[in-house]
């Protein structure tokens, strides 16, 4: 099936440019591995080098800066590696204290840099929930 037609709600609230690249990525890992999950993992891995989740979309990481996100990102399949669930833990901490001010995190001017991943983790499952069930 068609990239278009299983895009997951959180790149349906995305720019133009997150849908395509998951888009070009999953058909690509369809027509090499099938359909299923790997080819979501795939077009997944693609979108987080380019792309930050931010609440309940993926936007352009800072400055259009490229690479990986997380470790499960740098890696080949069978290495595995955490997830970072969107969050560039490459960023600066500044910019990651803007992320977290835009998603209205308490105690953020606190924060390490480890604490505002998390936090901002944890917003985007919030929002992320909320706008799948409203």
Known sequence: MPGRQELPSTLER?????????????????????EGERAHRVAYGALKHTHEKVGD?????????????????A????????????VDEGATKEHLYGVAQRLDIEG??????????DAIRKANRSRTRQSREG
């Open 14 to 34: 995305s720019a133009p440019d997150a849908q395509r690249t998951w888009i070009k990525a999953h058909d690509s890992a369809v027509e090499q591995y099938g």
């Open 108 to 117: 953020r001017s606190r924060m390490s840099k480890g604490e505002l991943l």
């Open 75 to 86: 890696r080949p399949r069978q290495a595995g590696g955490r997830s970072g669930e969107g």
């Open 57 to 73: 979309h993926w936007e352009r990481k800072e400055g259009g800066r490229k690479g990986p996100s997380d470790p499960q990102s």
